[in-house]
């Protein structure tokens, strides 16, 4: 069991320039949602999902976009890159809400 | 979606219990109460959670107040691989995002 596994695990990125992130999970888990988190500040939300083909915004949802596709893959991408969206991601996987969540060794994204 | 208050920070001696409160008084009849942790440079780790019962695990307890306007996660003997960043919050039931607040930032003196 891989768990929640994220791509790249680094990344360094030129203001304007478009990437995605990948979320991969294998614990068919319905629940997934996309965080970042700024140094020294706590997880903010981004986007989330409650299954395969659903999307929803969360706290901080502007510049990026999601899709969920296929159950076990949640791709989040930033399609015009700034320096503000510069920090660390992490994505989590659910089985329902109320139960507990499996978070990603996260994403190290800087946009210079 | 239910606001929480924490501490920014607490200290405690290594082997000794720490208490941890988090107010969540907006919090709605049927949302758990999570808390997760977070050590430095990874990524956050479940802890416990529950509802309306005080709840027991491995790593922790969890009491609830009768009001559920209040919880409070309890290291009984706290080690150093016990610091990190701890995050109660509240969903289910009507919260289906997994939000998270500013956190308390434990502090286990040797």
């Known amino acids: 069991n891989a768990g929640v596994t994220q791509t790249p695990k680094f990344r360094v990125l030129k203001t304007g320039q478009s990437m995605t992130l990948l979320c991969a999970q294998d614990?068919?888990?319905?629940?997934m949602y996309w965080y970042r988190q700024d140094p020294g500040m706590g997880l903010r939300l981004i986007h989330y999902?409650?299954?395969?083909?659903?999307?929803a915004k969360g706290e901080v949802p502007d510049g990026y976009n999601v899709s969920r596709l296929k159950k076990q893959n949640f791709l989040l991408g930033l399609e015009s890159a700034a320096p503000s969206q510069t920090s660390v991601y992490f994505c989590?996987?659910?089985?329902?809400?109320?139960?507990?969540?499996?978070f990603g060794q996260g994403t190290r994204l800087t946009v210079v | 979606d239910a606001k929480t208050t924490q501490p920014n920070s607490m200290e405690s001696n290594e082997e000794e219990p720490v208490h941890l409160p988090c107010n969540h008084s907006?919090?709605?009849?049927?949302?758990?109460i999570h808390w997760y942790r977070q050590l430095p440079s990874q990524g956050p780790e479940y802890v416990i959670h529950?509802?309306?019962s005080n709840v027991n695990n491995r790593m922790a307890s969890l009491a609830i107040a009768e009001d559920r306007k209040s919880s409070t996660l309890i290291l009984h003997r706290a080690t150093l691989r016990d610091a990190a960043v701890y995050y109660c919050?509240?969903?289910?039931?009507?919260?289906?995002?997994?939000?998270f607040g500013s956190g308390t930032q434990l502090t286990v003196l040797p």
């Open positions: 989590a996987s659910s089985f329902d809400r109320g139960t507990e969540a499996f």
């Open positions: 907006t919090i709605s009849g049927t949302d758990y």
């Open positions: 999902s409650v299954g395969e083909g659903t999307t």
């Open positions: 529950g509802l309306t």
């Open positions: 919050s509240p969903q289910g039931g009507s919260a289906r995002q997994l939000t």
């Open positions: 614990m068919n888990h319905e629940y």
